[in-house]
Structures are given as C-alpha cells and as structure tokens.
T-cell receptor
Framework: NAGVTQTPKFQVLKTGQSMTLQCAQD?????MYWYRQDPGMGLRLIYYSASEGTTDKGEVPNGYNVSRLNKREFSLRLESAAPSQTSVYFCASSEQGADTQYFGPGTRLTVL | AQSVTQLGSHVSVSEGALVLLRCNYSSSVPPYLFWYVQYPNQGLQLLLKYTTGATLVKGINGFEAEFKKSETSFHLTKPSAHMSDAAEYFCAVSEPDSWGKLQFGAGTQVVVTP
C-alpha cells in the first residue's frame, strides 16, 4: 500500500516549456486534489476532483490544467511554464470530500 | 468564505516545555478543522481533526487541540516538546459542503532547542 505517489520528485523547466505532473493513489479514494506550496503562504488549492469524471477550479487555477484519468490517477499540466510557477506541488486524496486528506511526497519544480 | 490565521511564523521551544501553536479561523458555517505536520522534504501528515462532537481532540504524538466556537480558535498544544517535534505545522479549515476544499494557514515552523 503505497498511499499517494507523485512523479517526478524534481524538475527544472525553461520558461515556455510544458510538462505534466503525475499523481496516483491506491486507497480507492473518490476525491483528489492538487496544491502548490510557497514560502509563507501555506498550501493553496489549484484544482480538485470530487469524484471520477469531475474536475473543478480551486483558488489558483490560472496556468494549469488537470485530468482525472481514472479513479486512481489525477494529473496536473503546465502548458507554458512561467517563473511564477516555481513551487512545490502536492497531490492529495480523500475518501469523501470532507474526510482526511492524504498527501504525496511532493514535486519540487523550478522554472528558469 | 473561509480563512485561517496562524499567529507566529516561527516558534522556538525548549525540549520538555509546552508547545502552543495558535490558529484562528473564519467560516460562514460550522467548520471542519485540521492540524497537519510537515517534516523536512516530506508531504503533510494529519495530526488531528475536529468535525463534530467533543471539542477537545487528541491526535498523534501527544498533540491535542480544542475547538472554541466563541473564540473561533483551534489552538494546538503538547505538554512536553521533544526534539522530533521540530517541523512545520499547518492549521486548515474546510466547510462541510465544500467537497473537502481545504483553506490552509501560512504555517508555523517549530524549532526545539536542547
């Protein structure tokens, strides 16, 4: 039982490049989330998926897209990376919306 | 709309001393409240949560928190700090009908000195 896994762990991009962050959970959870963590700002919700087949915007969705590929997987895509997207990205999942969220180990992204 | 304020971005405590981390929230409905801990280079781990029922909540590693509706607070305490408590702590709030969307505080970095 691996919980929530994220790939890659580290990534360096140049401005304008694209990439997809992958997230998978093996707990049969319905809801999944993407957050970014910046110093002094806590975690901010980018997008979430309340259940398979649905996605919705969070607090800071601009510059990102998501795909809930199936119940297990929820990916985050940066179409044209900008330096302001340098951050640590966390994926999380929960059984139901209001339940405890379980977090992955994070992806540290640097955009030059 | 909901929001969370954590007083103090850095707290230094002596080993064996009381740990007190303050969290105040605003919410238009009775909230769900959480404390998460983040150790260096790791994801967040749930310490404890309040949803309904008893307002004093006990969590892992000897931590507890009390929901005080009149003060809109959910402060985290531990009677005796251990070196292993050095980490960043986040208070978070969600509203029951918000599909689990968490609003996090800015975090409090705890340093434990011998």
């Amino acid at each position: 039982n691996a919980g929530v896994t994220q790939t890659p762990k580290f990534q360096v991009l140049k401005t304008g490049q694209s990439m997809t962050l992958q997230c998978a959970q093996d707990m049969n959870h319905n809801s999944m989330y993407w957050y970014r963590q910046d110093p002094g700002m806590g975690l901010r919700l980018i997008y979430y998926s309340a259940s398979e087949g649905t996605t919705d915007k969070g607090e800071v969705p601009n510059g990102y897209n998501v795909s809930r590929l199936n119940k297990r997987e929820f990916s985050l895509r940066l179409e044209s990376a900008a330096p302001s997207q340098t951050s640590v990205y966390f994926c999380a999942s929960s059984e139901q919306g209001a339940d405890t969220q379980y977090f992955g180990p994070g992806t540290r992204l640097t955009v030059l | 709309a909901q929001s969370v304020t954590q007083l103090g971005s850095h707290v230094s405590v002596s080993e064996g001393a009381l740990v007190l981390l303050r969290c105040n929230y605003s919410s238009s409905v009775p909230p769900y409240l959480f404390w998460y801990v983040q150790y260096p280079n790791q994801g967040l781990q749930l310490l404890l949560k309040y949803t309904t029922g008893a307002t004093l909540v006990k969590g892992i590693n000897g931590f507890e928190a009390e929901f005080k509706k009149s003060e809109t607070s959910f402060h985290l305490t531990k009677p005796s700090a251990h070196m292993s408590d050095a980490a960043e702590y986040f208070c978070a709030v969600s509203e029951p009908d918000s599909w689990g969307k968490l609003q996090f505080g800015a975090g409090t970095q705890v340093v434990v000195t011998p």
